[in-house]
């Protein structure tokens, strides 16, 4: 199944109408997201008020940084072990929108976190922290790809990384459980099943759905580009050399 | 015609706009890099066509 995928042409196609009909879903599915969010289901008191209304932003944010986070090991290890030039090209297209989402969470849960807690971070908060390094963790993987000299090094270089990173995704998970945290204990995804009422959870789920779609369409679109400068750059060796 | 919120109403109102921007700013960009890689690679490809015809 990698091997069919692992073929550029076979993407270009797959994705030259894939991705819009992402674009489309996305757009419907937070827009409906939104709607509900912001204008019809109640305020929760138990939950401060109104303000409980950033969750149909901030945790969509949050699944999405950790699942791009678990996409970007995926890719990179089976770039590791199959050498599947398309994998890596998603691993390498994973990382600034997965970086964006991660920011994304940071800075929402901030703006959440002031007027529920009364404050916009906390150091020794296990949760947060652990999102912090996640988001270090890609804008590391960027880094140390450019760093590298030839796209083999940079590929392994950043596929190390992601993978030893990925140790990181369980920790942020459990860590509301195993660790003291300004943050609830999981209310969705728990062994009992979701804890929360069908009002908010539907929603909520539906809102990150939309934004698993944006984040899969726009991840296609840079593989795209991706694509298409590397086979650039080959043509202009056949242009220097005159093949 | 907006929601009205209780007291937190600009926590909720900057919590959607820093949505819009990082979301809106990344679709941006990742459209603009797709459409200059393309447009590099039809010019390099017009390139290559012209030298094989002289």
Not at chain 1, 192 to 201: D, Q, R, W
Request: charged letters at 15%.
């Amino acid at each position: 199944m990698f091997s069919w995928f692992a073929n550029p042409h076979r993407f270009l196609m797959l994705s030259s109408w894939l991705a819009p009909l992402f674009y489309a879903a996305a757009a419907l599915l937070i827009a409906w997201g939104l709607w509900q969010g912001l204008w019809m289901v109640p305020k929760d008191d138990y939950q401060g008020g109104d303000i409980m209304r950033v969750m149909f932003i901030h945790v969509p944010a949050a699944w999405l940084a950790m699942a791009s986070y678990l996409g970007m090991a995926v890719m990179s290890f089976v770039w590791f072990i199959w050498r599947h030039e398309v994998a890596d090209i998603a691993a390498k297209a994973i990382a600034p929108l997965g970086a964006t989402w991660t920011a994304l969470c940071l800075a929402t849960g901030a703006i959440w976190g002031k007027p529920t807690w009364g404050t916009w971070w906390q150091w020794d908060d296990a949760r947060m922290m652990s999102v912090l390094f996640m988001f270090f963790l890609f804008l590391g993987y960027m880094a140390l790809r450019a760093a590298m000299d030839t796209r083999q090094k940079a590929a392994r270089a950043g596929a190390i990384l992601a993978m030893v990173g990925a140790l990181n995704v369980p920790l942020i998970k459990f860590s509301v459980d195993l660790f003291t945290s300004l943050h609830q204990d999981a209310s969705v995804i728990t062994p009992e099943g979701p804890k929360m009422a069908a009002v908010y959870l539907w929603p909520l789920l539906i809102s990150s759905l939309g934004h698993s779609l944006l984040f899969a369409a726009l991840v296609m679109t840079l593989m795209r580009a991706e694509i298409w400068t590397r086979r650039a750059a080959q043509s202009r060796v056949r242009l220097m050399t005159g093949d | 015609m907006l929601p009205d919120f209780d007291s937190n109403a600009a926590f909720i109102w900057a919590s959607y706009s820093v949505g819009l921007l990082f979301i809106g700013g990344a679709m941006a960009s990742v459209w603009l890099k797709a459409r200059a890689a393309k447009t590099e690679l039809i010019r390099i490809e017009a390139r290559i066509r012209d030298q094989k015809r002289g």
